[in-house]
């Protein structure tokens, strides 16, 4: 009996000492973290007064949403931006782990100076595209589609062009994180399965195919969900590269708020945005893993 009262007292102890532990982080992270997420919801409702003489306005500022023809550009840019900045860096981070799996020698080194430009800075990187994307026949790649007799292009100085010279810097930046993920699960698949299959006169497609894709769904799911939700909260990108133009082409939601916010100094509206950007963020990332759960 005293035995057991004692292991329970140590027990309780160790409890205490654990939770003595995380206790500060706990409440540096709730009030870094959770609070300002709450102050932005009760924000929402209300008419923001810059001397912090706030009015109740209750859903005004949300129902303005359903009518900013502003918005709704700016969220169909975001859709285009998550469809083809998601596929196009899955697809070449999944074509890199490819070429890059194996243990030949100096892979290592390989996989390191392609995984660069996942750790450069986006202000770094919207400086080399910037570059990049001049949009004289002088400017690097103008020069490089003029070999085979394409462009000028306008790039980000042109309307029609600028959302996909965004998401073009998009998967050049994330492409290597992807490759990382889907390289890391590439190497837990058994190997007697390849050997299995080459013996039963499975060609390269078909082990890719029906082992390689099927092993690795999980990682898929990973780098799917992370970038959903990377790309629907997209800001640095669009900001150091285009800042929203030319003529709100490729403005996104992140941008129209930030608008919202700094320019328009109307902040309980682009509070109330942020809000409805944290709602569909949470919706879209729960469907995603509940239809890979139901897949499974």
Same mark, same amino acid.
């Not at 073009?168 to 889907?182: E, F, I, Q, R, T």
């Given at each position: 009996m &005293? ?11 160790s409890?205490?000492?654990l ?7 706990l409440i540096?992270?709730a009030?870094?973290?959770f609070?300002p997420?709450g102050?932005?919801v ?5 008419n923001?007064?810059i001397?912090g003489n706030?009015?109740?306005? !209750? @859903?005004?500022?949300?129902a303005r949403?359903? &009518? &900013?023809t ?5 969220f169909w840019h975001?859709v285009l ?5 998601v596929?196009?860096s899955v697809l070449v !981070?999944?074509g890199?782990?490819?070429? @890059?799996?194996?243990q030949a ?6 996989r390191t100076?392609v995984? @660069?430009p996942?750790?450069?800075t986006v202000? =770094?990187c919207?400086? =080399?595209?910037?570059?990049l ?7 690097p ?9 394409? !462009?000028p292009?306008?790039?980000?100085? &042109? ?6 010279s965004?998401?073009g810097?998009?998967?050049?930046k ?12 590439m190497?837990?698949v058994?190997?007697s ?9 499975a060609?390269w ?16 799911t990973?780098?799917i ?12 990108e =669009?900001y150091?590269?285009?800042?929203g133009?030319?003529?709100r082409s ?5 941008t129209?708020?930030?608008r919202?916010?700094?320019?328009d ?5 682009a509070?109330?945005?942020?809000t409805?950007?944290?709602l ?5 990332t729960?469907?995603?893993l509940?239809l890979r759960?139901?897949?499974?």
């Amino acid at each position: 009996m &005293d035995g057991t009262r004692l292991r329970r007292r140590a027990r309780r102890r160790s409890t205490l000492t654990l939770w003595a532990f995380l206790l500060p982080a706990l409440i540096a992270f709730a009030y870094f973290k959770f609070y300002p997420i709450g102050y932005g919801v009760w924000l929402s409702f209300h008419n923001v007064g810059i001397m912090g003489n706030h009015s109740w306005v !209750g @859903l005004k500022n949300f129902a303005r949403a359903f &009518d &900013d023809t502003f918005l709704h550009a700016a969220f169909w840019h975001t859709v285009l931006y998550v469809v083809l900045g998601v596929t196009l860096s899955v697809l070449v !981070g999944f074509g890199l782990a490819l070429a @890059l799996a194996g243990q030949a020698r100096h892979i290592r080194l390989v996989r390191t100076a392609v995984f @660069l430009p996942a750790v450069v800075t986006v202000a =770094v990187c919207a400086e =080399v595209f910037r570059i990049l994307y001049h949009p004289t026949p002088d400017g690097p790649l103008n020069w490089l589609l003029g070999l085979v007799n394409l !462009g000028p292009f306008g790039f980000t100085s &042109d309307p029609s062009t600028s959302m996909l010279s965004v998401i073009g810097m998009h998967v050049w930046k994330n492409a290597p994180y992807d490759m990382v993920v889907l390289l890391a699960a590439m190497t837990g698949v058994d190997r007697s399965l390849y050997e299995s299959a080459r013996v039963d006169g499975a060609n390269w497609a078909a082990r890719l195919w029906f082992i390689t894709i099927p092993s690795i769904r999980f990682a898929f799911t990973i780098v799917i969900t992370l970038g959903i939700i990377r790309s629907l909260r997209v800001f640095p990108e =669009v900001y150091t590269l285009t800042g929203g133009g030319p003529a709100r082409s490729s403005e996104v939601i992140m941008t129209y708020i930030y608008r919202v916010s700094f320019v328009d100094v109307d902040l309980g509206y682009a509070s109330a945005l942020s809000t409805l950007l944290f709602l569909l963020t949470v919706v879209i990332t729960a469907a995603t893993l509940l239809l890979r759960k139901e897949r499974s």
